[in-house]
């Protein structure tokens, strides 16, 4: 299959040329290449471009979870007959094991696993070993360990009508691919038996395949609809993944508990020889019982910890990882795509991985806890990374010194397809005199607040500290400003409200820190104020100023004020560099007779749900799905949960937290928790619709 973009779009602005350059970037071979592109310049459709352009399965690593969810969306908008998909750590909660030798603290590992990430992980891989026309959208977590494609793809089981395959050894072969028996309902990775059938839930998806058995030979395979248990259709074959990426045959599990015997026996007697008597005992104790573990049932807690020898990998030798899924050329070299995004910070996380795993896992070899070859399973180095990965672009606004010395071409984007040029900056010192009569930063802020506000603006306001941002918010507001802070503190949903309500106008301005940096996208703000520009650190480096000065970027008005005493390095370079763009921007407009756009969008989000007018629409919407399903509750939250869990697997996070309070908000009632919601139920049974099928919920 082949990636073909949907989009009403075409390639404007600087898109067209930086296409260009990166495919013939990649066409001669380059090994590294820098896209350059402004805030609002249209990025992601660009990579879509080349992705079109070149047909190469493609790796996009973001620096966290809540990007590269982003990213995956956008790309499943642009292809969405391709496989787009999603792969991040799955811990909700994640506890490594430790060994603090100084209060001499033992911390066991402790997880809680994403059964619906766990489910996405599965579907990336084996997207990759089944199709061409792939692009993985991943976080950083995608250099450590998962297990050997090889194995993955050997233990792969194709049922197929006709063959010859009894009950018994269908549901033995399902044991062996780490599949679970259940009698209760299915989940991902369990099946059960039924009659003559097996029932089995595949690991990356939430459908039934029923395989239908008449004696000792396949009858029937089935896809079946796990809420209404609806046949969906009928299959004359079915290939089944393995449940977990960690997966053996018999033999490795046997040649595995062979090596780690002998490993074990090797470490001990070295403890033995220092004196370390109690390590001694720890290690023999631990291993020993694990060795059992794994050959009665194949699998103990920390089987991750023996992937060498699982894998028969060598000492030292660079784990298997999601980047060991993607095609090869018949020499070995990679055949595919990565694109890094927002590169200046992606990039030094890839680096930092190994360190601090490295650290960690020595002291608990050390002392006792685990054999040396749990070192080997850990995240890539920065060597082994790059030494994996083939061609790659890298994607920033601010790209660092690395990508600039490494690529073998600097492809920029500054034109925006809207005609927006980069804010004017504007340099007024931090402190006032009595002498020129300034008032110093707080107070020429206040000014231009109240000038910005009269024009229809909005404000932003940068602070060092968390701190800072509560006492100014309070200053602004007995000067009567309605203004908001905005740190971490901060909770994720109160975040949501707050700028949805500076953007409505209910605020006038909104004081941060480091998150009004990256990642808001407010096209009403027309001036960014930086407190103490002039001071040295992270948040005052060239990269953050040019950030926090593209959050201007998004109005035809923008305009940002530096306070600073006196011009810094970075000060100079981001002012330097902010005005080469805007010159460039301008004689682009002048030539093509384009006049700035400011950008529109929309000022919905999905905390309205939290209004209680909102609430009783949503209670009589329910009321009337409920008579769908005969008044059972019960049936109607279950198929709530499965349009949750759908949204949810196509990235569409919105509608599925929706759907989510919906479910909250059916179990309430149920129970009757407030009078107002029983009176909303009374009003809403007066006057149902009449009942109609039931689709995903709109957003709202």
């Given at each position: ?56 399965p493609t790796l996009v690593i973001a ?19 391709s496989a787009v998909h999603y792969f ?422 909104l004081v941060g820190v480091n998150l ?185």
């Open positions: 299959m082949d990636f073909r973009i949907h989009s009403q779009y075409q390639p404007a602005g600087d898109q067209p040329d930086a296409i260009d350059a990166l495919v013939s970037g990649l066409e001669r071979g380059q090994t590294k290449q820098t896209l350059l592109g402004v805030t609002g310049s249209g990025k992601t459709f660009t990579i879509a471009n080349v992705i079109e352009r070149t047909q190469m620096h966290n979870k809540t990007l590269a969810a982003q990213l995956a969306q956008e790309f499943r908008e642009f292809f969405p007959d991040v750590s799955y811990y909700d909660y994640y506890q490594p094991e430790a060994y603090v030798a100084v209060t001499d603290t033992y911390i066991e590992k402790d997880a809680q696993i994403n059964e619906e990430i766990d489910r996405l992980r599965h579907s990336s891989t084996q997207a990759l070993l089944t199709r061409s026309d792939v692009i993985i959208v991943a976080s950083v977590s995608c250099i450590y360990g998962l297990g050997s494609p090889a194995e993955y793809k050997s233990m792969h089981q194709q049922f197929s009508v006709g063959d010859n395959e009894s009950k018994r050894s269908i549901m033995e072969k399902m044991i062996a691919r780490q599949y679970t028996r259940t009698n209760a309902d299915l989940l991902p990775g369990t099946f059960r038996s039924v009659g003559n059938m097996v029932e089995i839930m595949p690991i990356q998806e939430k459908s039934i395949i029923r395989i239908g058995t008449l004696g000792s030979r396949i009858s029937s395979i089935e896809r079946i609809n796990a809420i209404t248990n609806v046949i969906e259709n009928q299959l004359d074959t079915i290939l089944l993944f393995p449940a977990k990426h960690f997966v053996a045959t018999q033999d490795d599990r046997e040649r595995a508990i062979s090596t780690i015997k002998a490993e074990l026996e090797q470490r001990l007697t070295e403890l033995h020889t220092e004196g370390k008597l109690l390590e001694y005992e720890r290690l023999k104790r631990r291993t020993n019982y694990d060795i059992a573990m794994i050959r009665e049932v194949g699998y103990c807690s920390g089987i991750e910890n023996y992937s060498r020898h699982f894998s028969g990998k060598s000492a030292g030798e660079a784990p298997d990882t999601l980047i060991s899924y993607f095609p090869r050329n018949s020499d070995g070299s990679p055949a595919f795509l990565t694109v890094i995004d927002e590169s200046h910070v992606t990039v030094p996380q890839i680096g930092a991985m190994y360190a601090g795993d490295r650290s960690r896992k020595e002291n608990l070899v050390e002392f006792g806890f685990r054999l040396p070859s749990a070192l080997d399973n850990r995240p890539l180095t920065a060597t082994e990374f790059w030494g994996n990965v083939g061609q790659t672009i890298f994607v920033s606004a601010t790209p660092s010194t690395y990508e600039r010395d490494h690529s073998e071409q600097v492809v920029e984007q500054i034109i925006r397809p809207t005609g927006l040029i980069d804010p004017e900056i504007i340099i007024r010192p931090v402190t006032g005199g009595t002498d020129d009569g300034y008032p110093g930063q707080v107070h020429d802020c206040i000014r231009e607040i109240g000038d910005t506000v009269t024009s229809g603006g909005r404000v932003l306001a940068t602070t060092l500290t968390k701190q800072m941002a509560e006492d100014l918010t309070l200053y602004l507001k007995e000067k009567k400003i309605r203004a908001a802070y905005l740190h971490s503190d901060v909770q994720t949903l109160d975040r949501i409200k707050i700028l949805t309500q500076l953007r409505r106008g209910e605020y006038d301005c009004l940096r990256e990642g808001l996208d407010l096209p009403e703000v027309t001036l960014v104020c930086i407190f103490d520009a002039d001071k040295q650190g992270f948040l005052r480096s060239e990269t953050a100023l040019i950030q926090t000065i593209g959050r201007a970027a998004r109005n035809s008005d923008g305009r940002v004020i530096l306070y600073a005493d006196r011009m810094t390095d970075n000060i100079v370079s981001a002012v330097r560099e902010t005005d080469r763009r805007r010159d460039i921007q301008r004689q682009y407009n002048s030539d093509n007779n384009i006049t700035p756009l400011t950008i529109i969008k929309s000022t919905h989000d999905i905390t309205q749900l939290m209004s209680s007018d909102h609430e009783k629409t949503v209670i009589t919407e329910l009321e009337s799905d409920l008579t769908v399903f005969g008044g059972d509750r019960e049936a109607l939250i279950a198929h709530k949960k499965i349009q949750m869990e759908t949204a949810a697997s196509e990235l569409d996070f919105e509608t599925a937290a929706i759907i989510r309070d919906e479910i909250a908000l059916l179990a309430s009632i149920e129970k009757g928790e407030t009078k107002e919601k029983k009176r909303a139920i009374r009003k809403a049974k007066q006057d149902l619709p009449e009942p109609t099928l039931i689709g995903k919920r709109k957003k709202r």
